[in-house]
């Protein structure tokens, strides 16, 4: 163990401590551009199903002024 230790000098510490950092650095850039673009992924995620939630409006509103429709025909008609 005491042989191991004696291997460590200051330089070789630092030099570590130097290669953790840029580890550091790269992970954190790579979280980053991941976290970007499933941002992107997810804005256009949303845009489509805000679309998707208009034309189910649409049709719904479409569907209820046909019944609404059918109904008062057929009140007219029993007239």
């Known amino acids: 163990m005491e ?3 004696e291997g460590w000098t200051g330089g070789r510490l630092d030099d570590l401590k130097e ?3 840029k580890l550091e650095r790269r992970t954190d850039e790579g ?3 991941f976290r970007a673009e499933m941002n992107a ?3 256009s995620v949303e ?3 805000d679309a998707m939630y208009r034309v ?3 049709f719904g ?3 209820f002024g046909a019944l609404a429709s059918l109904f008062a025909a057929v009140i007219v008609t029993q007239l």
């Open 47 to 49: 845009a489509r199903l």
């Open 3 to 5: 042989l191991m230790a």
């Open 19 to 21: 290669q953790v950092e």
């Open 41 to 43: 992924r997810f804005d």
């Open 56 to 58: 189910m409006i649409l």
């Open 31 to 33: 979280f980053r551009e």
């Open 61 to 63: 509103a479409s569907m």
